[in-house]
């Protein structure tokens, strides 16, 4: 008995008109918008400290030249009261006393400190050591490497070893206070 005409049947979801699964493919889920409120909060948390960090290191960078010009002031003020003498009517740098005073003020300091003449001559380098015409370069080193945990007890028992002969007279020196 067929008529020819096709007979649609309808579920209730659909017959009053709200398909779930319809919306559900076009709009997001609640779970899913979390997951992405919590990464985009998550990328602006790090866009943000990135951007503090630069402006925290750009502070860091212009502390550090401040810090190095009151150094050079301080230097240039000691070696104009201490390292000029008069010759005459004009003023002259004592070359040595200015080697002198650059030397322990970049000791004092921690800096590494070049005098350079109006002709553009080095007079003094702190890292340079001057003596009868030689100059000796002097860099710091990193503190000794130990090998192993039983050179370490060796050493100590070396030491203990001493005291005991000696006594406590402290004749033997504690290498890591003497380099300090």
Known sequence: MDTGED???KTPDEADGSNKTGSRRK???????RILAINVLAMAVLVVGL???GQYRQGLIDNEIAALNIQAELFAAAIGE???GNSGTR?????ERARQIVRRMSLTTGTFAQLILADGKVLTDSRLLGGRGRAVQVENLPPPKTDSEF???MSDRF????RRLLGDTNHSTD???ATK
């Open 7 to 9: 007979i649609a049947v």
């Open 91 to 95: 003023q002259k740098l004592v070359a």
């Open 51 to 53: 951007l503090y960090v």
């Open 175 to 177: 290498l890591s206070v």
């Open 82 to 84: 201490a390292a000029v």
């Open 151 to 153: 050179t370490d007890q």
């Open 27 to 33: 709009g997001m889920s609640p779970i899913m918008r």
């Open 159 to 162: 030491e203990s070893l001493l």
